[in-house]
């Protein structure tokens, strides 16, 4: 796709929910999956494909709580910080249709499944444990993988995530090969599958 999809921020007299592909979206879009997934890239991605507003989770409750999610983990440890999670999740499906991203553990506490299936549809990136590995192996900003050895954490991580991601509404298998546009544009040709979701 010539360059990428993307247009200025400002869209004029766009129609809300109507981007460039005249589409009306009608529930927001949960991305979920692990960490390294692509979730926010490919979301803020589909975003400007859908022209509607990306949503990240994380990011709201780095910006509510003025620390980073690993300073929250430190201080307030994590059943705290998931309960806040839920709140954001929850707020965030109220307030504005878009797409979602969501942090890697979000989808396994059974009431946000139900919270996303209520008011949204989920969409699991599917991608192995060698991509996902590749991702993250040099970055710090995942507390989660702050051990001994790293790589056998995400294996162990994602041993027991995978199943629970099986759950969502769609999935979209990730390749070594796609690009950011590739990924939203399969997400995109999924959503199509849904008119509840995604419709002309």
Known sequence: MPNGGFWPENFGDR??????????????????????????AVGRALAAKLGVPFLD??????????????????????????????????????EE?????????????????DLITDKGVSVWLDADL????????????????RTANPRQTLSDIYDVRVPVYAKADLAVKSDPKYSIEDMAERVYQALLTRPDVLEA
Do not use: C, Y
């Not at 129609?15 to 926010?40: F, S």
């Not at 003025?66 to 307030?76: G, Q, Y």
């Not at 060698?130 to 993988?145: E, F, S």
């Open 15 to 40: 129609p809300k929910n109507l981007g460039q592909l005249g589409m009306n979206l009608k529930k927001t879009v949960v991305m979920v999956g692990m960490m390294g997934a692509g979730k926010t």
């Open 57 to 94: 989770s994380d990011a709201e409750i780095v910006k509510a709580a003025n620390m980073s999610i690993a300073e929250i983990f430190e201080r307030d440890g994590e059943a705290f910080f998931r309960t806040k999670e839920t709140q954001v999740i929850d707020r965030l499906l109220d």
């Open 97 to 113: 249709r878009g797409i979602l991203s969501t942090g890697g553990g979000a989808f396994l506490a059974e009431g946000n499944r």
């Open 130 to 145: 060698d991509l996902l590995w590749q991702r993250v192996r040099h970055k710090d900003t995942r507390p989660l993988l």
